[in-house]
């Protein structure tokens, strides 16, 4: 099993920006990818990023140029650093992590879950 702990949620004003934090403890060597989901009220949860430990990453549209994944090997953490937020940002952020193939269309974790941190951008 593998256990995953979030932080970094809030309330931020269009515009602003929040970094996510997402540690990765347990079985660490069943799981070659972590990634960031979004659930909005009334809404399915999406992928929003996703990254591999060889370092592909993959992005929803939506947040291309605005949002960062990144990692940090040593500390098993994966980082979400948001910027340029915007209102339909907001929803309840899962971290997730699993494997996925070598060479991966699309980065998307869905072994294990966070416990979600909520998001909330005022416009």
């Known amino acids: 099993q593998v256990q995953l702990v979030e932080s970094g949620g809030g309330l931020v004003q269009a515009g602003g920006s929040l970094r996510l934090s997402c540690a990765a403890s347990?079985?660490?060597?069943?799981?070659?990818?972590m990634g960031w989901y979004r659930q909005a009220p009334g809404k399915q949860r999406q992928l929003v990023a996703g990254?591999?430990?060889?370092?592909?990453?993959t992005y929803t549209n939506s947040v291309k140029g605005r949002f960062t994944i990144s990692r940090d090997a040593a500390k098993n953490t994966v980082y979400l650093q948001m910027d340029s937020l915007k209102a339909e940002d907001t929803g309840v952020y899962y971290c997730?992590?699993?494997?996925?193939?070598?060479?991966?269309?699309?980065?998307?974790?869905?072994?294990?879950w966070g416990q979600g941190t909520q998001v909330t951008v005022s416009s």
């Open positions: 990254i591999t430990t060889s370092g592909t990453t």
């Open positions: 997730a992590a699993g494997w996925v193939p070598r060479s991966p269309i699309e980065v998307r974790p869905q072994d294990y």
């Open positions: 347990g079985s660490i060597f069943t799981i070659n990818a």
